[in-house]
């Protein structure tokens, strides 16, 4: 059987034909004297959704900050949409593992802070927050505040608060792996829904290899730190829609599978080496 895996000639590089949204040239990030990630290249394309795995402390996180303008790079250049990042960026929306919610909002409240900040006046953006929470599935549920709501559509709201402002790049860090195993599925799709709707660059950081497959149009995965860098880089030529479970039984995503876990498996060895 003719595998479902084509490794890309550089392991940086986006196949994609659409141009590049995030960029980042020979990027070495450190703390101190600890260099955490040292002369990264990565491009993500418009519309393209790219998955990051790697082992535990090998700086994914670091290198979503650096996207993010939260951390500056030690060298290199981190630029989104040919503009190099300097400082916090407004062209991003976050979906992270974390409830993100104000406590003392209510989920509308909390939908209308993104364009609030924009500018978008009182009755506009009320109108799009009503637009959106539908979107997510959450008609009726506008005045509940997030303790009032199951865990489930509290990131409902996270996505309807990330998406609200159209985005230039989304940035997620293990949005779900808080949910259960069944409410994670219905979220994966979910989110395949709404970014099928309006494609936006995606970059996701994840320990959970089936999820960066189920989702992703790319997996690229870290070396062991200190002094990360990018090891290889998969496509995954899986048909879109996919519905997260069912993608699972292909054949293909086993191939997949084995080949990106077979990159995988020697730097997670490593890190606990190192952590031992
Ligand atoms: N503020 C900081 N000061 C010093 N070292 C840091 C800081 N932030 C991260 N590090 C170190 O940089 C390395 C990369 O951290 P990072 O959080 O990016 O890894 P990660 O791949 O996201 O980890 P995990 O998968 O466990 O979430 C780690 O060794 C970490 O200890």
Redesign the pocket.
């Known amino acids: 059987m003719a595998l479902a895996v084509l490794k890309t000639a550089s392991p940086t590089d986006s196949p994609h034909q659409a141009k590049s949204m995030v960029s980042l040239d020979s990027v070495t990030m450190a703390?101190g004297a600890?260099v955490?990630v040292q002369d990264v290249n990565l491009k993500v394309s418009d519309g393209e959704f790219l998955a990051i795995v790697?082992p535990?402390?090998?700086?994914?996180?670091?290198i979503l900050n650096a996207i993010a303008g939260l951390l500056k790079p030690a060298s290199g250049t981190v630029s989104i949409d040919g503009q190099p990042v300097r400082g916090i960026q407004n062209d991003i929306g976050y979906l992270f593992q974390q409830d993100a919610l104000l406590p003392w909002k209510t989920a509308i409240e909390n939908v209308e802070l993104g364009p609030m900040f924009k500018g978008v006046g009182a009755a506009e953006r009320r109108e799009q927050s009503m637009r959106w929470l539908a979107k997510v599935g959450l008609k009726g549920f506008e005045h509940r505040y997030p303790h009032q709501l199951s865990g489930g559509q509290r990131k409902r709201v996270q996505m309807a608060q990330a998406l609200i402002t159209g985005p230039k790049v989304i940035l997620m860090d293990e949005p779900f792996s808080a949910l259960d195993i069944h409410t994670r599925h219905l979220m994966q799709n979910e989110l395949l829904r709404l970014w099928q709707e309006e494609r936006r660059a995606v970059v996701m950081?994840t320990?959970d290899l089936e999820e960066a497959i189920a989702l992703g149009d790319r997996v690229v995965v870290l070396a062991a730190?200190?002094r990360s860098r990018v090891i290889d880089s998969f496509p995954v030529d899986l048909e879109r829609p996919r519905d997260v479970a069912e993608i699972k039984l292909d054949p293909r995503f086993m191939d997949l599978y084995r080949n990106i876990w077979s990159s995988l498996r020697g730097e997670v060895e490593k890190s606990y080496e190192r952590h031992d």
Do not use: E, L, V, W
């Open positions: 703390f600890y955490a790697g535990t402390g090998c700086g994914k996180s670091t950081i320990h730190g200190p």
